[in-house]
């Protein structure tokens, strides 16, 4: 691979669990990077990589809910807001979920307030958008607060049980068995195991069944349509709406549920092109595209992660971005 960053990584075999950031020799300010290289460890639990920090085998660790709150107080707490949204995702090739009662019910069923605070903890925002808070703003009013809905994204027990019910009746149904797709980590399991229990409380008739698997299994079958409700997570490549908004059109490949709705598809277009050059009309055609989706429910928002860790107070110079690569690590060196 070819790279114009200041490190390069190696040892990435596209399956491992580790990896390394190594200085790039021909970078053009390499004058300016002061570390020779970054090792990465991937621990499925949080117990074992906080572990292995109190045994000085790693320099940062992110840190479970539990554990954040017996360490905020710790020199080395930080918490970072990200433009990281986890949503739910119907699968749109399945006949229960093309019924648009039935999702809107499943979205009504959900407390994200109880899921953000009491299940992931402080720092965590419950979503009001699939777009994520703070990401974006004009004239000072950001994205989620100009297209502002209830729609999709509360609880709201009084209509999600009569929902439930009249999609049950239109699809003929007395019930239904669902399998509720999801990563393998301390975090996801306790994510999938809310969203299990919300359900199976608030909409009478529905049994949830819970599939966690790996990171790499559960991304090759959401690629393949091979799931039924997914639990996803998008982070933004960059400070803009569409970042999110563009990844269910249709057709676009991370629109794993194969969702497809032509005025939005419209909405999108024109503002990626028409109105590309009118700032107020683009904003506006994404205020719209959002409610519409809202509206329609081809995936539920949970919750805006931001992340709890701790790192070494001797490490300076690292800087994080909320949108696109998390972290930059250029100037960032160990402090004698």
């Known amino acids: 691979m070819v790279y114009d960053g200041p490190f390069k990584m190696t040892g990435w075999t596209g399956t491992n669990l580790s990896w390394t950031l190594a200085r790039n020799k021909n970078y053009w300010d390499k004058s300016h990077v002061k570390l020779d290289k970054i090792n990465f460890k991937v621990n499925k639990s949080t117990t074992t990589s906080y572990n292995l920090y109190q045994s000085k085998k790693l320099d940062q660790t992110i840190l479970s809910t539990e554990q954040a709150k017996q360490l905020s107080n710790d020199p080395g707490y930080t918490i970072v807001k990200e433009a990281r949204t986890n949503y739910l995702e119907f699968n749109q090739t399945k006949k229960e979920f093309q019924n648009k009662k039935i999702r809107q019910a499943i979205g009504y069923a959900i407390d994200r307030d109880q899921l953000a605070k009491k299940v992931m903890g402080s720092g965590t925002l419950p979503s009001k958008s699939v777009v994520s808070s703070g990401l974006v703003q004009k004239d000072g009013t950001g994205f989620t607060t100009a297209a502002k809905t209830t729609v999709g994204v509360t609880l709201n027990k009084k209509k999600a049980a009569p929902l439930w019910k009249e999609g049950l009746q239109e699809l003929g149904e007395s019930g239904m068995t669902i399998t509720l797709l999801g990563d393998d980590t301390d975090a996801a399991k306790k994510i999938t195991e809310f969203i299990q229990s919300k359900l199976e409380a608030n909409l009478p008739g529905i049994k949830v069944e819970v599939a966690n698997v790996p990171f790499k299994t559960r991304l090759a079958r959401a690629e393949k349509g091979q799931f039924e409700l997914l639990a996803n997570v998008w ?29 939005y598809d419209k909405l999108i277009k024109v503002s990626k092109m028409t109105d590309a050059g009118n700032a107020d009309k683009r904003w506006d055609d994404m205020v719209k595209s959002y409610k519409l989706i809202n509206e329609e429910q081809p995936i539920v928002p949970l919750f805006q992660l931001n992340t709890q860790s701790l790192l070494r107070t001797n490490v300076k110079g690292v800087v994080h971005n909320t949108a696109g690569v998390s972290y930059n690590w250029k100037e960032a060196y160990i402090a004698k």
């Open 235 to 263: 982070s933004a490549d960059f400070s803009d709406a569409i970042s999110f908004l563009d990844l269910f059109t249709t057709g676009n490949p991370y629109n794993n549920g194969k969702w497809s709705n032509a005025e």
